[in-house]
C-alpha cells in the first residue's frame, strides 16, 4: 500500500545536469528519513545523499558540492540535483524511505524501482 515512485533519470554529457524526484504515496502517517542510493554494475550500493524530515542534510564526499537534495513534505517527496555529472556517476538510482504507515507505531524502509542515470564522457 505504499510506493515510492521514481523519475527523471536519462542520458547526459560529462558537465551536465539532472533533476531526479521520488514521491511517495499510498498509506502514510509520517515520514522521516529520506535519501538516494546508487549502484553501478559490479559494485554494492552506496549512499549518496539523505535528507531528515527537518531538512538536515548529509552527503557521500564523492558528490558534495554537486549534488544536492531537497525534500516537499507537503508532497511527500525527495529531490536530487545533480550537478556537473561525471561519468563515474553512472549507476541505477534508487530512492529510500523511512516511512510510519497509518495505525502503526514504529517506520520501515521502502525503495523506490530504481532510475538509469548514464553520463557519458
Known amino acids: 500500500q505504499v510506493q515510492l515512485v521514481e523519475s527523471g533519470g536519462g542520458l547526459v554529457q560529462a558537465g551536465g545536469s539532472l533533476r531526479l524526484s521520488c514521491a511517495a504515496s499510498g498509506s502514510i502517517f509520517s515520514i522521516n528519513d529520506m535519501g538516494w542510493y546508487r549502484q553501478a554494475p559490479g559494485k554494492q550500493r552506496e549512499l549518496v545523499a539523505a535528507?531528515?524530515?527537518?531538512?538536515?542534510?548529509n552527503y557521500a564526499d564523492s558528490v558534495k558540492g554537486r549534488f544536492t537534495i531537497s525534500r516537499d513534505n507537503a508532497k511527500n517527496t525527495v529531490y536530487l540535483q545533480m550537478n556537473s555529472l561525471k561519468p563515474e556517476d553512472t549507476a541505477v538510482y534508487y530512492c529510500n524511505a523511512d516511512i510510519r504507515r497509518l495505525f502503526r507505531t514504529t517506520t520501515s524502509p521502502y525503495w523506490g524501482q530504481g532510475t538509469q542515470v548514464t553520463v557519458s564522457s
Open positions: 535528507i531528515t524530515s527537518g531538512g538536515i542534510s
